[in-house]
């Protein structure tokens, strides 16, 4: 048994919350996390924080230091697990005499972090993220933090009625500039149907999305390839990540989802993220290593091009030291919001892609990245291992 307690911090990444009513971001991950580093001998504590929704990645990094300084405080060994852009607030937070906006010891963090492991994040960038960078894109995105939150109070019968409605706000917008006005309403009525602490809490994360979108340019490819320029990897840190593929829509794909209107409409939804998603450019991709491109070859049978994606992320922008895992998901899969009867009816579906993702496949995925965590937890030269 490893001497010691190791801290694992999970990091979610776009939207930046923990629990929003019933929806927890990391469904499931603490408690399969936990369990493996524990077959592994790995006394571990394991924690998921809080980043602010949609700030830039230099603010979300700093909320992220002073997170880890108080869930850390005796000084024993980090690993950072990232998801999604929360991935890149990790990379930036342990880049050597990186400068953030914090009181927090910054350097202290990373001379201590021992492992860095990415989930399905987009170290060069999407190109769905170019897309919300429009007027139109931030109007949506004010649209989307509402509808979740109606989505919540109401579940998912209601939430198909909001939908509709954000289709006619947004139409209502583009031709006479009402969407805006209506949004705001359904905002205030949305928060006046919770208890006042949730009402609280709610308001300050939709407060932080609808006045910081900072983080929206910073994730494009064009943004990405100046965060690369400058966020260096930290000598004595294991860099692993976990990189996801969804299946890619077919023209009769939804024939084969069922009568669920609800899974209709967000296979609907996939298949335009998807197309979005896929014009990534080849001249903004990292250079493959011989074993990267072996896992890639091994796992999807070839090396997936630019335009493959998990519906959010192009695949090969998930790429970033070594490849532990590669899997046949979607974005949100990896998270455990993927379909099982046998869950209870917490355990929804966000994003319907006929990827194939299950249970097991959910816990080898969570498997390597403890096995990651552990392997890091053995080369540390602090004395927490056996």
Request: aromatic residues 6%; neutral net charge; charged residues 20%.
């Amino acid at each position: 048994m490893r001497e010691g307690i190791h801290h694992v911090i999970l990091v979610p990444g776009f939207f930046g919350f923990l629990n929003l009513g019933e929806l927890t971001y990391f469904s499931r991950v603490c408690e399969q996390l936990t369990l493996r580093l524990e077959q592994l001998g790995v006394r571990a504590d394991v924690r998921a924080v809080g980043t602010l929704p949609t700030s830039s990645l230099r603010s979300r990094a700093a909320t992220l230091a002073e997170a880890a300084s108080r869930f850390a405080s005796d000084g024993g060994p980090l690993h950072f697990v990232g998801h999604s852009s929360g991935g890149l607030d990790v990379r930036l937070l342990v880049t050597p005499s990186v400068s953030l906006p914090t009181d927090a010891d910054v350097e202290g963090i990373g001379r201590r972090t021992r492992s860095v492991t990415t989930v399905a994040t987009p170290h060069y960038g999407t190109p769905l993220a170019s897309l919300a960078t429009g007027v139109l894109g931030q109007k949506l995105l004010q649209t989307l933090s509402v509808l979740t939150l109606y989505g919540l109070r109401a579940g998912k019968r209601p939430l198909r009625g909001a939908l509709r409605a954000a289709q006619v706000l947004v139409r209502l917008d583009d031709l006479v500039g009402l969407g805006g006005r209506v949004i705001e309403q359904l905002y205030e009525q949305v928060l006046a149907d919770f208890d006042d602490e949730r009402s609280e809490s709610l308001e300050t994360f939709l407060g932080h999305v609808r006045g910081d979108q900072a983080l929206l340019p910073q994730i494009t490819p064009d943004g990405l390839d100046l965060f690369n320029s400058a966020a260096e990897d930290r000598p004595g840190v294991r860099y692993a990540c976990v990189v996801t593929r969804a299946r890619p829509p077919q023209v009769w794909g939804s024939l084969r989802v069922g009568l669920d209107p609800i899974a209709q409409l967000t296979y609907a939804l996939y298949h335009a993220l998807y197309r979005l998603t896929a014009p990534m450019p080849t001249a903004r991709l990292g250079p493959l290593a011989d074993a990267q491109v072996e896992a890639l070859v091994s796992a999807y049978g070839k090396v997936p091009a630019p335009s493959a994606n998990d519906g959010m992320v192009p695949t090969r922008s998930q790429i970033w030291g070594e490849i532990i895992h590669v899997a046949r998901a979607d974005h949100l899969d990896v998270m455990g919001y993927y379909g099982d009867p046998e869950g209870g009816p917490s355990h929804v579906d966000w994003l319907v892609t006929r990827s194939g993702f299950d249970r097991t496949r959910f816990r080898a995925l969570w498997g390597a990245v403890a096995r990651a965590i552990a392997t890091a937890a053995d080369d540390d030269p602090s004395g927490y291992r056996s």
